[in-house]
């Protein structure tokens, strides 16, 4: 079984600021993926970032990283240059290896960003 | 950019009646897949989908859940008799083919908020 553990239940920032969502994980998988979407309040699931158990380089994707440690299956998701419209909720999750996996959620961190 | 779409986006049914939520997966994509989030808690997984056949489903997806693929583009999830606690948004999603030690991205749409009386 998989499990993500999320132990921030809100964040705050303030706008410009960079802040670090934490996310760590349990799975007896050896190949396994890494995922944050955010969700803002109109409800949609955004896909942010992925990262692969066998990357050795962190991911990127424009203001978004993963800080990923393995050894302490640990998948923080940093944000560069908040703005106002990052706040939302952000939920970690976690799919095992191959093309057909089921994504176990975290329950979720929200994120607010001030001026 | 190519994404799943869902109709409707809000529904609301009287407790005892059947429902049918529909999804447009992206079109390249193979695997489909039916989550549900009650209102302020995680997203659960429901089922996935592959070849026209369910894969895996978890605990939830009971009798009183099926799924279907009735044409090359739309992918449905049907509540024979809704109840109470069903109520919830329902996310489809859908991802592509990857290599065995790859996890292929899944790609939410929009969701449908079901309201159940």
């Known amino acids: 079984a998989q499990k993500i553990t999320q132990t921030q239940p809100g964040m705050f920032v303030q706008e410009k600021e960079a802040v670090t969502l934490d996310c760590t994980y349990d799975?007896?998988?050896?190949?396994?993926?890494l995922f944050w979407y955010k969700q803002p309040s109109s409800g949609e699931m955004i896909f942010l970032i992925y990262?692969?158990?066998?990357?050795?380089q962190n991911a990127t994707e424009g203001r978004y990283s993963l800080n990923f440690q393995k050894a302490r299956k640990s998948a923080n998701l940093v944000i560069s240059a908040s703005q106002l419209g990052d706040s939302a909720m952000y939920f970690c999750?976690?799919?095992?290896?191959?093309?057909?996996?089921?994504?176990?959620f975290g329950k979720g961190t929200l994120l607010t960003v001030n001026p | 950019e190519p994404e799943v779409t869902q109709t409707p986006s809000h529904q609301v049914t009287q407790m005892g009646q059947e429902v049918i939520l529909r999804c447009v997966p992206i079109?390249?994509?193979?695997?489909f897949y039916w989550y549900r989030q009650i209102l302020g808690q995680k997203v659960e997984f429901l089922v996935s989908?592959?070849?026209?056949?369910?894969?895996?489903k978890s605990e939830i997806f009971d009798d009183q859940f099926s799924v279907e693929r009735p044409d090359g583009s739309n992918f449905t999830l049907k509540i024979r008799s809704t109840k109470l606690e069903d109520s919830a948004m329902y996310f489809c999603?859908?991802?592509?083919?990857?290599?065995?030690?790859?996890?292929?991205?899944?790609?939410f749409g929009p969701g449908t908020r079901l309201l159940v009386l």
């Open positions: 989908f592959y070849n026209n056949e369910i894969s895996e």
């Open positions: 079109s390249n994509h193979l695997y």
């Open positions: 999750a976690i799919g095992r290896g191959g093309s057909n996996y089921k994504l176990t």
């Open positions: 999603a859908s991802s592509e083919r990857r290599a065995l030690q790859r996890v292929g991205t899944q790609y």
């Open positions: 990262q692969g158990s066998y990357d050795e």
């Open positions: 799975t007896s998988d050896q190949s396994y993926g």
